[in-house]
Every structure is written in C-alpha cells, then in structure tokens.
C-alpha cells in the first residue's frame, strides 16, 4: 500500500547527493574546519548523518546491511565514492520499504536504544529523513562559514532539479 512516504526519502537521497557533490571539493583542511553551532566538522558530520540513515534503515526494514558501520570517530576519511553509494542504499531501501510498508505496520511499537527507548516505526521513518535534514543544514552553515556557497537542497529546488516543475513562464 502506497503511503506517500517514499517521496520523503526520494527527496533525501537527492539533497544528500547534491551535498555530497559540493563537499568532494573541499580540501581535507575545509572538511576538518569545525564552527560553533554545527554538529562537528564536514567530514564528521557526514559520517554521522549517513551512519545514523544505515542505522534507521536497518531499524525500519530489518536485515540491512550496515557493517562495516560508518563511524564519526575513524580517523581514515571516507572516500566520496563509498559515502554515495551508503546514502543511496539507506535511502533506496526506505524508498522500497515505504512503498510497500501499511499504515498498521507504522504503528508497531519498536524498542530503541538498547531497549530503552520505546516509540513506533513511523518515528524512527520521520527520524530519518528529520535527522537529514537537520545535518545538511548544519553543514551548509559550515559552508557559509568557509565561503562557499552551500547548494540549495530545500523542497522548492528538489521540486525544480528533480521533479521539473516550478515557474511557469508567460
């Protein structure tokens, strides 16, 4: 049963890529940079946001593959390369799952945090694309902070870049 939910994750997957495109071409000294209020620098920042999606999509669909885990705390960078291919299998994973996931089954209760923590699927699924998106923005401020301009990832140029509306012209 279609949910509307996959849209979500289609909409993350793109904003994580645009992302991902404008960060390769930092050098290793902008992506080790860290400004206040951000999370940590660009490159801890991206190992954070895209381990955590593994980890709400292994949550959320059960059996995803998330080994070896992307830790924030490794010191070896991840190449650009491997951080895509880890964002779009996170999200093409939520992608199939919400297009086929029941309203009821978003309402089964999930125990979290080592069994600490109790809430129903659909938080960990809103989790997922929130986290993101909280995350991308932190990083953009980075960007700003660095002087370069931060791609646009809001849902107005995703409806533009990915979905080809916006404007009508006269």
Same mark, same amino acid.
């Given at each position: 049963?279609?949910?509307?939910?996959?849209?979500?994750?289609?909409?993350?997957?793109?904003?994580?890529?645009?992302?991902?495109?404008?960060?390769?071409?930092? &050098?290793?000294?902008?992506?080790?940079?860290?400004?206040?209020?951000?999370?940590?620098?660009?490159?801890?920042?991206?190992?954070?946001?895209?381990?955590?999606?593994?980890?709400?999509?292994?949550?959320?669909?059960?059996?995803?593959?998330?080994?070896?885990?992307?830790?924030?705390?490794?010191?070896?960078?991840?190449?650009?390369?491997?951080?895509?291919?880890?964002?779009?299998?996170?999200?093409?994973?939520?992608?199939?799952?919400?297009?086929?996931?029941?309203?009821?089954?978003?309402?089964?209760?999930?125990?979290?945090?080592?069994?600490?923590?109790?809430?129903?699927?659909?938080? &960990?699924?809103?989790?997922?694309?929130?986290?993101?998106?909280?995350?991308?923005?932190?990083?953009?401020?980075?960007?700003?902070?660095?002087?370069?301009?931060?791609?646009?990832?809001?849902?107005?140029?995703?409806?533009?870049?990915?979905?080809?509306?916006?404007?009508?012209?006269?």
């Amino acid at each position: 049963m279609a949910t509307g939910l996959s849209d979500f994750f289609k909409y993350n997957l793109w904003a994580n890529l645009r992302l991902l495109d404008t960060c390769e071409q930092l &050098t290793d000294a902008q992506l080790d940079a860290v400004f206040p209020g951000t999370y940590g620098s660009i490159r801890v920042t991206l190992k954070h946001m895209l381990g955590a999606e593994e980890g709400y999509a292994a949550r959320s669909v059960g059996g995803f593959p998330t080994t070896p885990p992307l830790r924030e705390d490794e010191e070896a960078p991840r190449s650009f390369t491997e951080l895509r291919e880890r964002a779009r299998r996170s999200s093409e994973a939520m992608i199939a799952f919400t297009e086929q996931v029941t309203p009821e089954q978003l309402q089964v209760i999930q125990l979290l945090d080592e069994g600490t923590y109790r809430a129903p699927l659909l938080v &960990t699924v809103i989790q997922f694309v929130d986290h993101g998106i909280d995350h991308r923005t932190q990083i953009c401020t980075a960007l700003t902070q660095l002087g370069i301009q931060s791609p646009e990832l809001d849902i107005w140029a995703y409806n533009e870049a990915a979905l080809g509306y916006g404007e009508i012209k006269q």
